[in-house]
């Protein structure tokens, strides 16, 4: 009789364990396939004020780089025209 109900027990713990694996590996094959669609520009998410300021600050980034190369570029040619 033991041996019944342990088994029983066994059978349902078992269970439970794979319907809980199964809701999770669901959720996160979920959430990728929605982030991969993110990714790929199939789904528009509304800007928040972080993307706003990540995006301006990589506009000015962009903007102190490029000056840095003309400075360059140009002490590099004026270099060149005196020799």
Do not use: C
């Not at 713990?13 to 790929?40: F, N």
């Not at 509304?46 to 190369?69: A, M, S």
């Amino acid at each position: 009789m033991t041996l019944l109900w342990s088994s029983l027990f066994t059978i349902i713990v078992v269970g439970l364990a794979l319907w809980v694996l199964y809701y999770i590996i669901r959720a996160a094959v979920s959430a990728g396939i929605k982030d991969a669609y993110a990714q790929m520009g199939f789904i528009r998410e509304p800007d928040t004020k972080e993307d706003q300021l990540q995006r301006r600050r990589e506009e000015l980034q962009e903007e102190r780089v490029q000056t840095i190369v003309n400075s360059e570029a140009d002490r590099m040619s004026g270099k060149n025209g005196k020799h």
